[in-house]
């Protein structure tokens, strides 16, 4: 790997990093910063195949399908009085590794994949959610820094153990 | 000693809990007990006397639309597959080798003539005929009559595309059973050729399931502040739109909230042709003039037709969903997209696209929803609603004389915040625990 690989591979770390202080810190507004105007924000719901067939999801059905209007719309709503499935906010940690860059070009784009657990609990709930998957990402460089343009977030079950998702992947 | 004279669920027999459900469920007198939310006793007598009694949604036709399609469903906790075989016919299955009981079949969906069981090799063809048996002759000599080794087939009939099966051989027929209601779920799933599109969505909620199906056999009166988000973003036109309609229920405990009038119409204009051929003129005046439909097919098939403001453009969409119980407090929620088969392209996806949006894990009216129905059967739950006989007011609209001159069936009230909806579903439930 290059040095200059190296670093920039480094700095998407960090990004993501940021990224999900960002959000588990229930900073909505900071996170929807980071996302580009030209942003597709999708989650495909996961199947069960006989084998080893892929993709083992749907590319027609999605959790999330968002552009970055519906994905204003969301956090705009979180910031009523009656966002009840976030009143009082989950505690959610955001666990970001084994981050791999590809298709980097400096000052342009990078495509970057990613593994993310998220651990959710609510209230004085003593069960917790454990959401589990894999983020494919792609990024814009614009106007001096690393906007989010797309986000593909394939999760580990094909049944959804939480509650909604009121929070973000 | 501590003296105490209070009932206890446990120690009763199943006759003696079932009295006890004719004493406290009084769905006439609007009292519904909590415990009948969360007790495990409750749960296994439901599961016995409604799950496996009544007719249970299983999919839609068009899941499977090819020759050889399957797909795997659950009835009643149970795995079933439903295939499409080479003649066309849709049949279900229990999904277990008669020979040693293995599980056949585990993908969601696919598309074959014959399934393999992976522990001896008995091999089934997709009509449930027993079509090969490894090294027969040499270990069974002539003595084995396949015939007789068929799969368990499963007693399934279909309206209008939905599909539903049931364990009871003695059930009345599935149209039936749906009775008057299939004037509304005409205009829900026969309005034109509906088609589900992708597979469904499935999420877990740590709620009974009657909590669900009691949301949308009647419950308007919650959007108002539930979902006070959606209107505050200008989605609805108002958070009191939910009131203007009628609320309707027939027999077996079915029922709906019809959202009425509507200045825009809320499908397709194109498919205008198609929907009257399909509707009666009273049936498509309905859809005319539909803001929103929500309902369930008892005991736990819910559906909704929504109409809400995306980007500024108006858009409804069509789900089913089912409250599958997986315990006393634990649901699968399985919510399926439907949508008009010759709609244009970009309307399909817009609609799809709005159902995501508003109900679904991350739907901006269900998310809340699933906060208020976790917290419900969590306080429901334990020993304490029945020592201190906690109950749930369900008197709203008691005082209400039903309207004539609507021209659905069943019984129509004519604003949509009243819980008669609710009442006919407990006592429906409360006869079937007693049958």
Not at chain 1, 19 to 43: N, T
Not at chain 2, 137 to 147: H, R, V
Request: hydrophobic share 35%; aromatic share 12%.
């Amino acid at each position: 790997m290059s040095l200059e690989k190296m670093l920039a591979t480094y700095e998407f770390e960090q990004w993501l990093y940021r990224e999900a202080e960002r959000l588990d810190h229930i900073d909505f507004d900071g996170w929807f910063s980071l996302m580009h105007s030209s942003l597709i924000y999708q989650m495909p719901v996961r199947v069960n195949k006989e084998g080893t067939e892929r993709p083992d999801y749907a590319e027609d059905m999605f959790s999330f399908n968002d552009d970055i209007e519906l994905l204003s719309l969301r956090v705009e709503r979180l910031k009523t009085d009656y966002a009840w499935a976030e009143i009082p906010p989950s505690r959610t940690r955001r666990y970001v590794s084994n981050v791999k860059l590809s298709d980097y070009v400096p000052n342009e784009k990078a495509s970057v994949n990613s593994y993310l657990l998220i651990y959710r609990s609510r209230s004085t709930d003593i069960h917790h959610d454990l959401i589990s998957g894999e983020r494919r990402d792609e990024f814009i460089y614009e106007d001096g820094v690393w906007k989010l343009s797309k986000r593909v977030f394939i999760v580990d079950q094909t049944t959804l153990n939480t509650r909604n998702l009121a929070i973000f992947v | 000693m501590i003296k105490t004279t209070t009932k206890n669920l446990e120690e009763m027999t199943q006759k003696e809990t079932i009295g006890y459900l004719n004493e406290t469920v009084q769905p006439e007198a609007g009292s519904i007990p909590a415990f009948i939310l969360a007790d495990p006793k409750i749960y296994d007598i439901e599961h016995k006397k409604v799950f496996m009694k009544t007719w249970l949604f299983i999919g839609h036709e068009s899941e499977i639309p090819n020759k050889n399609d399957y797909m795997l469903r659950d009835l009643a906790g149970y795995s079933i597959i439903i295939t499409r075989d080479s003649e066309n016919e849709i049949s279900g299955f229990y999904n277990m080798c008669t020979h040693r009981g293995m599980k056949l079949c585990r993908a969601d969906k696919g598309n074959k003539s014959s399934f393999v069981c992976p522990y001896h090799g008995f091999n089934f063809k997709n009509n449930g005929d027993l079509i090969g048996v490894p090294l027969q002759k040499d270990i069974y000599g002539t003595d084995l009559d396949k015939s007789k080794l068929g799969l368990h087939k499963i007693r399934i009939e279909s309206y209008k595309g939905l599909i539903f099966g049931t364990w009871n051989e003695e059930a009345e027929s599935l149209s039936d059973f749906l009775g008057d209601f299939k004037w509304y779920l005409d205009i829900l799933a026969g309005r034109a050729e509906m088609e589900v599109v992708g597979p469904p969505q499935r999420f877990i909620i740590h709620s009974n399931w009657k909590v669900g199906a009691d949301n949308f056999v009647g419950d308007s009166y919650h959007t108002m502040v539930t979902h006070g988000s959606i209107a505050k973003l200008g989605m609805v036109p108002s958070a009191t739109y939910s009131k203007k309609g009628y609320q309707i229920h027939t027999m077996n405990g079915h029922g709906l909230n019809l959202g009425t009038p509507n200045p825009d119409f809320a499908f397709p204009e194109e498919l205008k042709s198609e929907y009257k051929s399909n509707l009666t003129d009273e049936q498509y005046d309905v859809l005319a003039n539909l803001k929103n439909m929500i309902g369930n097919i008892f005991p736990n098939l819910s559906f909704l037709i929504s109409h809400t403001k995306v980007k500024g453009q108006l858009i409804s969409n069509t789900t089913v969903r089912m409250w599958r119980p997986i315990g006393p407090d634990k649901m699968e929620v399985i919510a399926w997209f439907l949508v008009e088969k010759n709609a244009a392209e970009d309307w399909k996806k817009r609609s799809r696209d709005s159902f995501i949006l508003t109900f679904s894990p991350s739907g901006i009216f269900e998310q809340d929803d699933t906060e208020v129905f976790t917290d419900i059967t969590a306080a429901a739950s334990g020993p304490m609603p029945v020592m201190k006989e906690l109950v749930y007011n369900y008197t709203m609209g008691m005082h209400r004389e039903p309207v004539s001159g609507f021209n659905g069936p069943g019984v129509v009230y004519d604003d949509k915040f009243s819980e008669a909806n609710q009442r006919n579903f407990y006592r429906y439930w409360l006869d079937l625990m007693n049958a």
